[in-house]
């Protein structure tokens, strides 16, 4: 008798993976072509720390305080406070630079900015061939930042 349920289960199983095979072959594939054809992304998605300008005055928001730079584990930001010629700091950066090589997306520099000057965007295709491209400056960075779909938020709504 113990020779005859393993035959049953044998063949149950078997009849039961092919069905599965058969019902996932009807089914439309999931492959995206990736350069000819976008993954949809959905909005709010992070891939990229940038900085945000404000719209008002078109100034950015960043008064170069440096906690984003101590906040970040692979310390891939780096920061130089402006300078006036009598050797006074300025609240904001000389140099923003963001080096995407090391960067892992962490979200942990945007979390420590108190004033609201980091933003995860949502761009993608920032990938390159040399490390150097990789390297991004603050106007860069404002850039970025106007043309994604990051969430934006005004008046603790978000838009």
């Known amino acids: 008798m113990a020779l005859w349920d393993r035959v049953w289960q044998t063949g149950k199983s078997m009849v039961v993976g092919h069905a599965i095979t058969m019902r996932e072959m009807l089914h439309k594939p999931v492959t995206v072509r990736y350069p000819e054809e976008k993954p949809p ?3 709010g998605s992070r891939s990229v720390p940038v900085l945000k300008v404000n719209e008002e005055s078109g100034r950015l928001n960043c008064v170069s305080c440096g906690l984003c730079e101590r906040a970040c584990p692979p310390s891939c930001i780096e920061i ?3 300078m006036d010629e009598k050797g006074r700091k300025k609240p904001w950066p000389e140099t923003f630079q963001l080096d995407l ?3 892992m997306v962490c ?3 945007v979390e420590a900015c108190p004033f609201d000057a980091l933003e995860m965007a949502d761009v ?3 990938g390159s061939y040399q490390v150097q491209d990789l390297i991004l400056q603050k106007g860069q960075l404002a850039e970025i930042w106007k ?3 990051a969430l934006r938020v005004a008046g603790g709504e978000r838009l």
């Open 41 to 43: 992304f959905e909005r």
């Open 80 to 82: 130089t406070q402006a």
């Open 101 to 103: 090589s090391h960067c």
């Open 107 to 109: 979200n942990l520099c």
């Open 124 to 126: 993608v295709e920032l």
């Open 147 to 149: 043309t994604s779909r």
